[in-house]
Nanobody, 124 residues
Framework: QVQLVESGGGLVQTGDSLRLSCAAS????????MGWFRQAPGKERDFVGS????????DYADSVKGRFTISRDNAKNTVYLQMNSLKPEDTAVYYC?????????????????WGQGTQVTVSS
């Protein structure tokens, strides 16, 4: 089992950048596929992106392609979400999640392990 802790959220302005981090416990971090999701008030939890065990493959939601980048450092048990050109519609609680198995899944139901989330607010 893996435990996840997100950090790096905050209040920024439109066009700013922010980098979120997700630190994982345990010595088997490199066996997990990692995902980032977000949830705005009153809305469902949406897929942002995912990254393979090695970091060699990534997948993104159309809404963030070209602006967000996921990376991971397996030596530090950490996955990152670099967010550039932020927009007010990016405002949400951002969660990292982990899963075993295969495939860069976008459905949150495929991820059994979740962090507590970090708030990102983008002002106009």
């Amino acid at each position: 089992q893996v435990q996840l802790v997100e950090s790096g959220g905050g209040l920024v302005q439109t066009g700013d950048s922010l980098r979120l981090s997700c630190a994982a416990s345990g010595r088997t971090f490199n066996t997990y596929i990692m995902g980032w999701f977000r949830q705005a008030p009153g809305k469902e939890r949406d897929f942002v992106g995912s990254i393979s065990r090695s970091g060699g493959s990534t997948d993104y939601a159309d809404s963030v392609k070209g602006r967000f980048t996921i990376s991971r450092d397996n030596a530090k048990n950490t996955v990152y979400l670099q967010m550039n050109s932020l927009k007010p519609e990016d405002t949400a609680v951002y969660y990292c999640a982990a899963r075993l198995g295969y495939g860069l899944m976008s459905n949150p139901n495929h991820y059994p392990y979740w962090g507590q989330g970090t708030q990102v607010t983008v002002s106009s």
